[in-house]
């Protein structure tokens, strides 16, 4: 048990809808990360924050958007979801900003299935 | 774009066999991470090696890291069959982008 925990574990909606995720980092882990793996994709970074602001976007899409709230927990918001969208998303959380190589620890990710 | 990628994409060996696989990358980093996925789980972390380490071992695991050629290599000596799983390397800076991963299949 890696400490992040992640709800919901499955998630199945249609297309067009939105759907929210969320990410209780480790005790006491101010960076939050969020990542998308898919099976063409691979495991794609899509946006940190730290202590509530954000630190650094990746490949995330206009229609997803985050936040990090004051208790530290994240969510991330899916929406006007696409087939294409479906993948396993990844929460993991570190104690620093990642500049001097804290280990990034995964929680077990939240099955989204589009149909 | 990828940071790390791993190489190969597949790979199957008997059980107590060494397994070896390898990771490189773009740009300059900060450290690199090693982790292990069993199908559809989560990624558990394995092992971090800083940009000024050249090897670090954790029981069955070795890693290494050569800057100068931008690449690390993970060893798994005496594999087992619950070794079996994909792994991942992890490479960056502040954050950590990964490639798809190597499908290691230990056959007992």
Known sequence: DSGVTQTPKHLITATGQRVTLRCSPRSGDLSVYWYQ????????????????????KGNILERFSAQQFPDLHSELNLSSLELGDSALYFCASSDGQGSTGNTI?????SWLTVV | SQQGEEDPQALSIQEGENATMNCSYKTSINNLQWYRQNSGRGLVHLIL???NEREKHSGRLRVTLD????SSSLLITASRAADTASYF??????????GKGTKLSVIP
């Open chain 1, 105 to 109: 620890y995964f929680g077990e990710g």
């Open chain 2, 49 to 51: 090696i800083r940009s």
């Open chain 2, 89 to 98: 390397c992890g490479a960056g800076s502040y954050q950590l982008t990964f």
């Open chain 2, 67 to 70: 800057t100068s050629k931008k």
């Open chain 1, 37 to 56: 793996q898919s099976l063409d994709q691979g495991l794609q970074f899509l946006i940190q924050y730290y202590n509530g602001e954000e630190r650094a």
